[in-house]
């Protein structure tokens, strides 16, 4: 759904 | 080479159920302090994360760090052939593509063997630094997933809601809506089934109920679990395996209409 904010958003790649 | 025994081989197939549906393929890292886990759900909506530290296992030999990629559903499948009251020891050598799980009956009258084929994982983790969260709630494990399954037969979402008054579950959908308010209790027999709120400020947050219940197949690992929201963050529902560690799922909000 559009609305769903993903976890990439919150929490950096390493 | 690796080699780590596990008396109560019935968490490995706990943790298996817990985790399976909501990720296929993983890495499994095992270090001198223990086995642990970090993955995604296709959809990068919600995360689990698995610690098994080395003291709760009986005999635990890493010589070297190693990831180990499985295939979940395969891994299951391995692991269901184990009896709830077998020790479970998973083997493998430097360099192997493989991994044996071993399983011994309790009066060491049957033992078995499965080798399961590794495979190559991109390995990509999340960094989760330490947080405070605005509100974290400790209710009976049960309890909660019974929640869950109540309110996703009303709708696809969940409002959680923090207040001085409680925890409030709140579903809304066709047929009409529902609020289910859980108050602190701490006046119970044992305290797993106390319900403890540490509140710094009130939250309110909407989750998919669709990951919430995956996240309940973890009920049988804690009589308890812990909810910790804060606005800004994912949540995170954390189930404590006892002397051993913890599994904890991260999941996105889903932004407020």
């Known amino acids: 759904a559009e609305n769903q904010k993903s976890l990439t958003a919150y929490f950096d790649w390493y | ?257």
């Not at chain 2, 095992?30 to 909506?45: E, I, W, Y």
């Not at chain 2, 540490?198 to 909407?206: C, G, H, I, R």
């Open chain 2, 1 to 257: 080479m690796l080699e780590l025994r596990l008396v109560q081989g019935s968490l490995l197939k706990k943790v298996l159920e817990a985790i399976k549906d909501l990720v296929n393929d993983a890495n499994f890292d095992c270090s001198a302090t223990g086995f642990s886990l970090q993955a995604m759900d296709s959809s990068h909506v919600a995360l689990v994360a698995l610690l098994l530290r080395n003291e709760g296992f009986e005999h635990y030999r890493c010589d070297r760090n190693i990831s180990m990629g499985m295939n979940l559903g395969n891994m299951n499948k391995m692991l269901k052939c184990a009896g709830n009251d077998d020790i479970i020891t998973l083997k493998a050598d430097d360099g192997s593509d493989t991994v044996t799980f071993m399983f011994e009956s309790p009066n060491q009258d049957k033992i078995a063997d499965f080798e399961m084929k590794l495979m190559d994982i991109d390995s990509e983790h999340l960094g989760i630094p330490e947080a405070e969260y605005h509100a974290i709630v400790r209710m009976p494990s049960a309890e909660f997933a019974r929640i869950c399954k109540d309110l996703s037969s009303i709708g696809d979402t969940v409002v959680i809601s923090v207040t001085k008054e409680g925890v409030k579950f709140s579903t809304k959908g066709d047929i009409g809506t529902a609020n289910i308010v859980c108050r602190q209790n701490t006046t119970v027999d044992k305290p797993e089934e106390a319900t403890v709120i540490e509140m710094k400020e009130p939250v309110s947050l909407t989750f998919a109920l669709r990951y919430m219940n995956s996240f309940a197949k973890a009920t049988p690992l804690s009589h308890t679990v812990t909810i910790s929201l804060s606005s800004e963050l994912p949540v995170v529902v954390e189930y404590k395996i006892e002397d051993m560690g913890y599994v904890r799922f991260y999941l996105a909000p889903k932004i407020e209409e």
